[in-house]
Structure formats: structure tokens, C-alpha cells
């Protein structure tokens, strides 16, 4: 599954095995990944641009990820 957005990594953190490492390793990896893009976005891109960008960073690390364990 691909995450898409802050909202659906809250549902899967609501929504995960706790004890289960590698995938709260994996969901708080993409946190910070989101969280990270949101707050320093590239110059000149501030609301809802910053927060597309946001988004798009989230996607591209999970696809990087997808690709790298292929």
C-alpha cells in the first residue's frame, strides 16, 4: 500500500502490531520523510504547495523503497 498523505500514515499507526519493529520502523521512517518535506519545502513554495510537496515526497520514498527491494 501506498501511503498518500499524513491522514492515511495516522490510520496505519492507529492501526499496526506495536511490536511489530519493522513496520513502526517503516511508518515512522515515512513520517519523518513527511513531516521533513513539509516543514522545509523548497524556496518560494509555502501553503497548500508545501504541503503537495509534502505528499510527493512521501510517494517518491515509497516507490525508491518498492524499487530498492525489488
Partial sequence: M???DIEAL???LSQIDLS???Q???LRRLV???WDA???PPEGVIG???ITYAQDALIAAQLNQ???NA
Wanted: charged share 30%.
Fill in 10 to 12: 495516522a490510520v496505519a
Fill in 32 to 34: 519523518q520523510i513527511y
Fill in 2 to 4: 501506498i501511503y498518500t
Fill in 24 to 26: 513502526v520502523n517503516k
Fill in 20 to 22: 511489530d519493529d519493522d
Fill in 38 to 40: 513539509r516543514h522545509n
Fill in 48 to 50: 497548500v504547495g508545501a
Fill in 66 to 68: 518498492e524499487i530498492d
